[in-house]
């Protein structure tokens, strides 16, 4: 009857009844949950396990609120006791697997989710977990099929159509992707988070034709429109809703496009924006009453960077590494703030070269509160479209000034970031025109890179499918960086360089994308009377010695047009490969 404060008051009455207390304690708790007020309901869980160990209720009980609490690292012990008083029961296993997964232990998540599914398989809600599970795995086509499943018992089930929708996007079929979040949003169209992942699903890997990047860009435009008026009166729970999705999918590829995105990424950033405030705006209050006052004469700035990237990646090999280690420790004090648990090698150098490293800030409260307690002057962030945590937080304002740089070379469209940090050699002269932020030409490259690269193996031509006569073309960006428009240059120079092979490597977990570009590139050597098979050789993604190896063996670096290349035109020019470039209109198309 929805009278739940009169239903809490009964429930403690008869608790007070030994022969009643058990069952009255579970339900007082299972009320307090449904009112969202989960200290209680963990208290009252927490008396619960203590006077009945041997029962297993207590215990998942305080798994299930711990997480819903976001609390999984603390969950964990209580979702094993639960598991091992009660091995055949499917909710309790379903919910460790929730844990583990959110922990990052996704492989024994897979296995426990599979256990629950074998007790219980028409349990749609964990084999939905299972696919997503197997989804951050890269098991794209495995997690296609559970989703499948899924839906085929229930062609209505909201998460299982969502994460369809998403992993066929990551698989590069953005545009069966869109087709399902349109039904999506058609069956919950209060849904925020849904029209948010259906304006990013208009934005594919690749292209068939231009016209396609057009019609793309336009239904981007349209559903980020109607979003932001959506937005503007929504409700705060309605806003707290879309605050936990902001960053889950962002318009990462909208700049491969090649166009001027200012306008676009300051509607997106307006967006994301006014849903984190209103959500967080403690959080940013919190900061702002710890902002230092200008550095004194004599005071070394504090400067803060933060980032999910310190480690064997571009973002950490091109801006930020170089930075961090080369700032001037007499002037300035550096931190780092890690919002990934994903470390290697490199990490331990960032740990060094640092004077301050905080690692496993994978919350928006622990980041906020590490940032507050130290008071940066200067908060920057080396890239902003790839991280989602990185995304939220830059929503916020807690720094004083606040900079973004080219680790992703897009404007961030956000108010909250002051500065754009770029090259002065790279950009063109009106580059002003395509940030929202103020920009900051540094000099020359902008940038100090520290090759950090491995041996090459010891191939050779032959084992890569290459010949000793050949003139290789290394054509080694990722491939949505190409085009339909500029699939006829390659036909072009093949037609005067009769030996001449063309090498791409092909992107991981991308089939649709990797058929879809060899498909246009086949069209345009035949159009121009050459056999593809002669001239084009595409090879699978290779491990970092060899890439190297391959970049070694190259004639001429032949690089992208609209997003030129960046560490690896640094990393092929170390080898000797000539590079032959052609300057864009944009930044991010003048690297090289």
Not at 243 to 262: E, H
Not at 416 to 425: A, G, H, K, R
Request: net charge negative; glycine share 6%; charged share 20%.
């Amino acid at each position: 009857m929805d009278r739940l404060e009169e239903a809490a008051n009964r429930f403690e009455q008869a608790a007070l009844a030994p022969k009643l207390r058990l069952d009255a304690l579970e339900a007082l708790a299972q009320v307090q949950s449904t009112q969202s007020r989960f200290d209680d309901a963990l208290a009252t869980y927490e008396t619960l396990a203590a006077e009945h160990p041997e029962h297993p209720t207590g215990h998942f009980g305080r798994c299930d609120t711990l997480l819903r609490m976001d609390r999984a690292e603390e969950a964990l012990p209580h979702c094993r006791n639960s598991v091992a008083l009660g091995p055949d029961n499917p909710a309790y296993l379903a919910r460790l697997g929730d844990a583990l997964h959110l922990l990052g232990s996704n492989a024994e998540a897979i296995a426990r989710y599979e256990d629950a599914l074998a007790l219980d398989p028409t349990n749609l809600d964990v084999r939905n977990n299972l696919g997503a599970t197997l989804k951050v795995l890269g098991q794209f086509r495995k997690a296609q099929e559970e989703f499948e499943r899924c839906l085929e018992q229930n062609p209505d089930h909201l998460p299982a159509l969502t994460n369809l929708a998403m992993a066929l996007k990551e698989q590069g079929d953005a545009h069966l992707a869109s087709r399902h979040l349109e039904r999506a949003v058609r069956l919950a169209p209060d849904d925020l988070s849904l029209q948010l992942y259906l304006a990013m699903s208009r934005i594919p890997f690749a292209y068939a034709t231009g016209e396609d990047i057009a019609t793309c860009r336009a239904a981007y435009a349209r559903d980020l429109t109607l979003l932001a008026t959506a937005v503007a009166s929504a409700t705060p729970s309605t806003l707290a809703e879309l605050a936990r999705n902001i960053g889950r999918l962002q318009p990462y590829y909208l700049p491969y496009q090649g166009q001027n995105d200012c306008e676009l990424m300051t509607l997106y950033g307006t967006i994301i924006h006014r849903t984190m405030n209103a959500t967080w705006a403690t959080l940013a209050q919190a900061a702002e009453h710890s902002f230092p006052a200008p550095p004194q004469a004599g005071e070394r700035v504090r400067v803060g960077f933060v980032s999910g990237h310190f480690r064997d990646h571009s973002v950490w090999k091109l801006p930020t590494r170089g930075w961090c280690a080369g700032l001037d420790r007499e002037r300035f004090m550096v931190t780092g703030y890690s919002v990934s648990s994903r470390t290697d090698p490199e990490t331990a150098v960032a740990r060094q070269i640092f004077d301050r490293f905080q690692e496993d800030l994978t919350t928006l409260p622990a980041l906020a509160e590490a940032i507050r307690r130290d008071a940066p002057h200067i908060l920057i962030y080396p890239e902003l479209g790839m991280d989602p945590l990185c995304a939220r937080a830059a929503c916020l304002r807690l720094a004083p000034v606040q900079c973004v740089s080219w680790g992703h070379p897009q404007t961030s469209g956000l108010g909250t970031m002051d500065y754009f940090l770029s090259s002065d050699l790279m950009e063109p002269a009106n580059s002003e025109e395509h940030y929202s932020e103020k920009l900051v030409r540094l000099p020359g490259l902008g940038v100090a890179y520290h090759p950090s690269s491995p041996a090459p193996s010891n191939e050779r031509r032959e084992d890569f499918g290459l010949r000793e006569d050949d003139t290789v073309y290394l054509c080694l960006q990722t491939l949505y960086k190409y085009l339909p428009s500029q699939d006829a240059t390659f036909a072009t120079i093949a037609a005067k360089v009769p030996a001449s092979r063309f090498v791409f490597l092909e992107n991981s977990g991308a089939a649709h994308l990797n058929r879809l570009f060899r498909k246009r590139l086949e069209q345009a050597f035949t159009a121009a009377g050459l056999a593809p098979d002669r001239h084009l050789v595409f090879l699978p993604q290779l491990p970092g010695d060899r890439f190297q190896a391959l970049a070694s063996l190259g004639d001429i670096f032949l690089d992208s047009f609209g997003w030129s290349g960046c560490n690896s035109s640094l990393e092929s020019m170390a080898h000797g490969a000539v590079p032959v470039t052609l300057p864009g209109a944009l930044m991010r198309g003048r690297h090289t």
